[in-house]
């Protein structure tokens, strides 16, 4: 009954631009059930949450990743990739929808496009984990097509900007590995073991595959400030929606 008690005063303000920071502040509250919904393991309910926060507002970030992630988990790539496709431009979460979107590009065989998405997470403004899985992504795309000095030049280039991230070097061992160069490889692995590695609460790997909750977290942020800038015009919207009807 919340759910529905939200979207129906959203609808109630949507139209009216003066109070378009109502709708907004409904998209957040809806995004935020989403992720509730998701952390105790409601996926159905948390996909259909969210799904209604972009009817609402097509543009919102948090939603829509939360969404093509639900579609990704299913094996649904393509609808990943169209859900994915019409993000906006904003922040870290920009960078993990398109990381997301170059993962899925390659699954489905636009390769031309998922090679252009990577790069564009190898960008220094990236975070650093969607930084790592880009260049990882690379190397192993090139060093699976027989290009293993393409993919070396991927991971110096990755290894210099991360140069304690362990499996940078897991993935050059393989380069080297690749190339002939059993002596390096073994070099590479035998390092490892004697260098001070960064101490990650979780591996990029791990970030990857889980649920984006720090996507999530920003919005709430978000649509917390929303809110108190706007507090009378929820109020005004909220006592629309309730106010008896007359008999």
Avoid at 14 to 29: N, S, Y
Avoid at 36 to 62: F, K, T
Avoid at 161 to 183: D, K, Y
């Amino acid at each position: 009954h919340s759910i529905e008690l939200i979207a129906a005063m959203a609808n109630n303000v949507r139209k009216k631009k003066d109070l378009a920071p109502a709708t907004a502040t409904a998209v957040g509250v809806l995004s935020s059930m989403g992720d509730s919904l998701h952390q105790i393991g409601a996926s159905d309910n948390a996909r259909s949450v969210l799904e209604l926060a972009l009817q609402l507002d097509p543009s919102a970030q948090a939603p829509r990743i939360g969404v093509a992630l639900d579609h990704e988990w299913l094996g649904h790539y393509e609808q990943t990739v169209e859900t994915l496709e019409e993000l906006a431009d904003r922040s870290d979460a920009l960078y993990e929808g398109r990381l997301r979107l170059a993962v899925n590009l390659l699954r489905i065989g636009e390769t031309r496009d998922a090679i252009t998405e990577f790069r564009t997470c190898t960008y220094s403004g990236a975070p650093a984990w969607v930084r790592i899985v880009a260049y990882e992504e690379l190397a192993l795309y090139y060093l699976d097509r027989d290009r293993p000095d393409e993919a070396r030049e991927l991971i110096n280039q990755a290894i210099s900007a991360f140069p304690r991230e362990t499996t940078l070097r897991l993935v050059m061992a393989s380069i080297e590995e690749t190339r002939g160069n059993l002596g390096e490889a073994r070099r590479i692995l035998a390092d490892l073991d004697r260098q001070t590695m960064a101490r990650y609460r979780e591996s990029p790997r791990k970030r990857y595959a889980r649920w984006p909750s720090e996507v999530f977290a920003e919005e709430r942020r978000e649509s917390k400030q929303q809110a108190e800038e706007h507090l009378g015009d929820l109020e005004a919207a909220l006592a629309a929606q309730t106010k008896p009807r007359s008999q």
